[in-house]
Each structure stands twice: as structure tokens, then as C-alpha cells.
């Protein structure tokens, strides 16, 4: 039962060196523009991504993400604001 123990222990370690930095997560929208990048992922990752990523990011085309020796800058997009209408007094 030890070895079981141990190589779970050993499984971990080498796991978690993956988990670190070294992911680096894009969502591009159908015109290949980044709409988010950076090395959290985005969603929840323990769900089906197309079970999360349209309802944080409803244009996303795809999300990519894999190792990266480069910067992997931080980039968050935000939507243009819904234009204002111009509202206009009552006539009486």
C-alpha cells in the first residue's frame, strides 16, 4: 500500500510543476482579436469548456492554451458599452 502512497505523492509533484506558470490561456473571438489572455484559465476548468466559456465570453470563437516559454501578457477586453439613448422631455 506504501508504493501506491508514494508514487500518488510523486504523481502530485510532477503535476503541480504544470500547474504553474506555464500555462497560458487565450479566448479569441471569430475574428481572431484576443478577447482575454492570461495564465489563469478563464472558467471553470472541471466543467465541459463549452459549458462555460459562452456565457463568460458570448463572442468567443475558441479558447487556446498550452505551454509558453514567452510572456504570456495579461490582456482583458472589455465590451463597448451599450450606446445611450438620448432621452428627451415630455410634451405636454
Sequence with gaps: MKPLYATAGIAA???SGVARADVCFTVLDAGGRVLH?????PVDMSRPISDTLYSRFPRAAVMVFGTNNES??????????APQVERRGRRM
Design 13 to 15: 509533484l510532477l503535476l
Design 37 to 41: 489572455q492570461s495564465r489563469k484559465a
Design 72 to 81: 504570456c501578457e495579461e490582456i482583458q477586453v472589455v465590451a463597448p458599452a
